[in-house]
């Protein structure tokens, strides 16, 4: 069953009264995870999705603080600073969280051009939510994956533990100068949040209002899932997400074989690949220790929640 936009709008009018923050309540209100489906025969690479949600994003992005402290050992966490490239937008930095790969080639004895809209697929048991040390990295009940600027240190462990290397690091930024400058984790790490906050507000996220294509659909992930597969097997076509890394939020739908794509795209830093990706989480030995380490990344982020709260109570009595 497919959940047309107007449903959609429904929905989240009606959902618009709850709150859609992190929490047991939250996620007893939503009901279910939020996907989105993108039909990679429907995109042109305009880039209107990229410019929107700059646009919405611009209060989110880093304002950094320079000069950047030295680290010690030096060498151990290199500097990441993009603050004077923010302009990129051909590949994911802290201030690009959305970018458009195209592939050609051929298939079938055909040519082909197919765009592909990059950004965090928001996993459904996201590595970087359930490793993150101090808890700066989780999953909202809606299926948005998130990582909380306020405490999050930029060590790069969901950078690491993440099968794309999603979430990229600015140095100069974030909680870090406050506790420890020269030897905490050098910054704080960005990646695409699925506009929570016009979810929340009822507004569709800014790459899927401003896409004058449709190339995006969101919805129920059941529905999504279904919807993808009607499609596919319409166009006779493949689906990209839906089981890699145990599952994903964002289910990629193409004419084209994704290991033909993934043959035809750059890859490399900021530069995702489209490979298959296994369930990482059927190694019972990182099941277990995701287990265990969840409630101690829990006390670490109340600990470095009230630690920003004390910070932040010494600069405004100053």
Not at 31 to 42: C, K, N, P, V, Y
Not at 112 to 125: A, D, Y
Not at 163 to 190: F, K, S
Not at 213 to 238: C, N, W
Request: charge should be neutral; glycine fraction near 8%; aromatic fraction near 8%.
């Amino acid at each position: 069953m497919g959940i047309s936009r107007r449903t959609f709008f429904q929905w989240l009018g009606a959902s618009a009264a709850l709150s859609m923050l992190p929490g047991t309540s939250e996620a007893a209100a939503a009901g279910e995870e939020l996907a989105t489906m993108l039909d990679l025969s429907r995109c042109v690479g305009c880039g209107s999705c990229v410019e929107a949600c700059r646009e919405a994003n611009q209060a989110k992005y880093p304002r950094p603080t320079q000069p950047f402290p030295k680290m010690y050992p030096q060498g151990r966490v290199q500097v990441a600073d993009w603050s004077e490239r923010r302009q990129v937008d051909d590949r994911l930095t802290p201030y690009n969280w959305l970018f458009i790969q195209t592939a050609t080639g051929t298939y079938n004895d055909q040519p082909f051009e197919i765009h592909i809209p990059r950004r965090c697929l928001h996993c459904t048991n996201p590595p970087c939510a359930n490793l993150c040390p101090w808890g700066a990295a989780f999953k909202q009940a809606n299926g948005i994956v998130r990582i909380n600027d306020q405490i999050c240190l930029g060590g790069a462990k969901c950078k690491a533990v993440c099968p794309w290397h999603i979430p990229e690091r600015q140095t100069g930024v974030g909680l870090y100068l406050d506790i420890l400058p020269a030897y905490a984790g050098n910054g704080v790490m960005y990646k695409c949040d699925r506009c929570w906050n016009r979810i929340a507000e009822g507004a569709l996220p800014a790459c899927i209002e401003a896409c004058p294509y449709d190339v995006q659909t969101i919805g129920p992930r059941q529905a999504i899932v279904e919807k993808a597969h009607q499609l596919a097997e319409s166009m006779h076509g493949f689906l990209y997400g839906e089981h890699e890394n145990g599952g994903t939020n964002t289910i990629y739908v193409s004419p084209v074989p994704f290991d033909v794509l993934n043959a035809a795209i750059a890859t490399g830093p900021g530069r995702p690949h489209l490979q298959s990706v296994p369930n990482p989480f059927h190694e019972e030995e990182r099941l277990t220790r995701a287990i265990l380490a969840a409630p101690l990344a829990g006390i670490a982020a109340g600990a470095l929640q009230i630690l920003r709260a004390t910070k932040e109570d010494s600069h405004e009595d100053k």
